[in-house]
T-cell receptor, first 113, second 113 residues
Framework: DAGVTQSPTHLIKTRGQHVTLRCSPI?????VSWYQQVLGQGPQFIFQ???????GRGNFPDRFSARQFPNYSSELNVNALLLGDSALYLC????????????FGPGTRLTVT | AQTVTQSQPEMSVQEAETVTLSCTYD???????LFWYKQPPSRQMILVIR??????QNATENRFSVNFQKAAKSFSLKISDSQLGDAAMYFC??????????FGTGTRLQVTL
């Protein structure tokens, strides 16, 4: 079975631009979560979606938004990019909610110049 | 607010020896889960072990076991018979009913011959 997939693998953007990151969960998983991992730190929770509804939100500005589609795939959007948004963005899927094991994708490395 | 603290930025262990990674957490929730995740240099995060807070018995997965001290809010990971493939960043994480997985800052484990 395929694991969690994310696209693109790497991305370079300029300050002020917009970016969309994509995630496909493991087949059968209904929940997707997004995390930001700055180099040398642990991942920081951004969003969790379950059955296309937002179930949790971390301490990130409104420039960050996400959605989950009927096929349970998900997009993370970031507007008005700042240099500080440079990070590895991880997507994780799980069968249901927060108490279930999360399976992580390989991440998207975003560099903002 | 949930916090997870890993006080050991780096640890080193010889092959075949045993090492313990420390983690403390703070939470106001009574129903929660604790995890240890491993992130090898290739960066894909994988679950090592999971502990439900309501279970008194410490979780064990092959060479990996935890020492869960609920009153002390401590959750350490013991790796027995260390192998070269155990070298990675190890993250302690906590999740509760707020649908938020909170990670510590990580411990980099080196395995030497």
């Amino acid at each position: 079975d395929a694991g969690v997939t994310q696209s693109p693998t790497h991305l370079i953007k300029t300050r002020g631009q917009h970016v969309t990151l994509r995630c496909s969960p493991i087949s059968g998983h209904k929940s997707v979560s997004w995390y930001q991992q700055v180099l040398g730190q642990g991942p920081q929770f951004i969003f969790q979606y379950y059955e296309k509804e937002e179930r949790g939100r971390g301490n990130f500005p409104d420039r960050f938004s996400a959605r989950q589609f009927p096929n349970y795939s998900s997009e993370l959007n970031v507007n008005a990019l700042l240099l500080g948004d440079s990070a590895l963005y991880l997507c994780a899927s799980s069968l249901y909610g927060w108490e279930y094991e999360q399976y992580f994708g390989p991440g998207t490395r975003l560099t903002v110049t | 607010a949930q916090t997870v603290t890993q006080s050991q930025p780096e640890m080193s262990v010889q092959e075949a020896e045993t090492v313990t990674l420390s983690c403390t957490y703070d939470t106001s929730e009574s129903d929660y889960y604790l995890f240890w995740y491993k992130q090898p240099p290739s960066r894909q995060m994988i679950l090592v072990i999971r502990q439900e807070a309501y279970k008194q018995q410490n979780a064990t997965e092959n060479r990996f076991s935890v020492n869960f001290q609920k009153a002390a809010k401590s959750f350490s990971l013991k790796i027995s018979d260390s192998q070269l493939g155990d070298a990675a960043m190890y993250f302690c994480a906590h999740t509760g009913t707020a649908s938020k997985l909170t990670f510590g800052t990580g411990t980099r484990l080196q395995v030497t011959l």
